[in-house]
């Protein structure tokens, strides 16, 4: 048994030993590097990467009307509270007019451009102006509605019907034919294609049509029919019974008869044109990761639950159309070969308004 000063003079020695046992293997005093290096992470180990942060300002370019914009910038930006996103709103051709303005001068603003149809962003990809992004989502999307490079995607199902006020229609038409007939002589109404893509898309698709073509358009003019600058005018005007018949998109019809408007839409036994209201980026965006999420938020199933909240069909699988509206697998679509609908556009505008004029 140790002696009291036997402890005493054991305890330091056995410090020190103890600090020379840890050197040896291998730990490091207080305040020294080691100078063993530090181990090298193998091939199979993990390595995680943070994202990108999504924040900063985007200028979104939009024909959607002001209140649809509005709810989708504010369901994005629940999602992505730093992110700032300023509008740009009117009319398609009033939208690209002034983006084309931009890019002849090397200041494009828009990040994100989302308007009527297709053949608008087959022109701005000829132009090398947009930006080709795979989305995440895009596998939901139908593969006909969507660019392969992903330079844009649909949006979402529009097909232009015809409508009437049911108060001074009683008996619903089934045809086109019956904007050009007596009844409607002075009382029909439909949008510009100098103002509206989407009636741009639906003049170019008739034209090419067995049954239409130019002779439609002649009748037409012939019956007097009234071109206003867009589908909100040719509403208002058939709600409010200064029209009776009426060419125009189906949701907003569909949208106004449930607030209680006297309207119906129809769709015609001869089919119906189809817009899909596609999004892309703009190659000179300022902001490409807000602007990539942006877009693949639109394309989600959340996304699409927005557009169907606000009356729209949605262009993702799985996604319920609003009562009243027909899915794209319901509708007897009129098509076109849209490469030839953007090459002819600018003469089929010319030609429509020479015949018949518009705003």
């Known amino acids: 048994m140790l002696s009291a000063v036997t402890k005493k003079i054991a305890l330091p020695i056995l410090t020190v030993l103890t600090a020379a046992s840890l050197g040896a293997c291998g730990a490091t005093p207080a305040g020294q590097q080691s100078s063993e290096a530090a181990p090298k992470p193998t091939a199979n180990a993990a390595v995680t990467v943070e994202a990108p942060k999504v924040e900063g300002t985007l200028h979104f370019y939009t024909s959607q009307p002001d209140k649809d914009a509005a709810a989708l910038i504010d369901a994005f930006t629940k999602k992505y509270p730093d992110v700032k996103v300023e509008l740009f709103r009117s009319g398609t051709e009033e939208v690209i007019s002034r983006l084309l303005a931009e890019a002849e001068t090397n200041n494009v603003k828009a990040d994100v451009l989302l308007v009527a149809d297709a053949p608008t962003f087959i022109s701005l990809k000829k132009r090398d102006l947009l930006l080709p992004y795979q989305s995440k989502e895009a596998d939901e999307i139908p593969d006909e509605l ?7 995607y649909g949006t979402k199902i529009m097909s232009t019907v015809l409508a009437v006020n049911t108060k001074n229609v009683t008996e ?8 050009t007939s007596p009844a409607a002589a002075e009382k029909g109404i439909m949008p510009s294609p100098l103002y509206s893509g989407a009636a741009a898309y639906n003049l170019g698709v008739l034209i090419r049509q067995e049954g239409f073509g130019w002779d439609y358009f002649q009748a037409l003019a012939a019956n007097k029919v009234t071109v206003v600058k867009g589908n909100g005018a040719v509403l208002k005007s058939l709600a409010s ?9 189906d949701y907003m019809v569909a949208q106004a008869k449930k607030e209680g408007s006297p309207v119906e839409l129809v769709y015609p036994k001869e089919g119906v044109p189809v817009i899909t209201e596609p999004i892309g980026i703009l190659k000179a965006t300022q902001n490409a990761e807000a602007a990539k999420a942006f877009v693949d938020f639109v394309l ?38 849209p490469q030839e609908l953007e090459e002819t556009r600018e003469e089929d505008k010319k030609k429509f308004g020479e015949m018949i004029g518009g705003k």
């Not at 557009?307 to 509708?331: F, H, M, N």
């Open 146 to 152: 969507k660019d392969a490079d992903g330079t844009y």
């Open 172 to 179: 619903l038409p089934d045809s086109w034919k019956v904007l």
């Open 241 to 249: 019974g200064e029209k009776d018949y009426g060419m125009i998109v």
């Open 300 to 337: 989600s199933e959340e996304g699409q639950n927005v557009a169907s909240s606000l009356g729209y069909t949605p262009i993702r699988k799985g996604v319920k159309a609003p009562e009243g509206l027909k899915s794209i697998d319901q509708l007897n679509v009129l098509s076109a070969n």
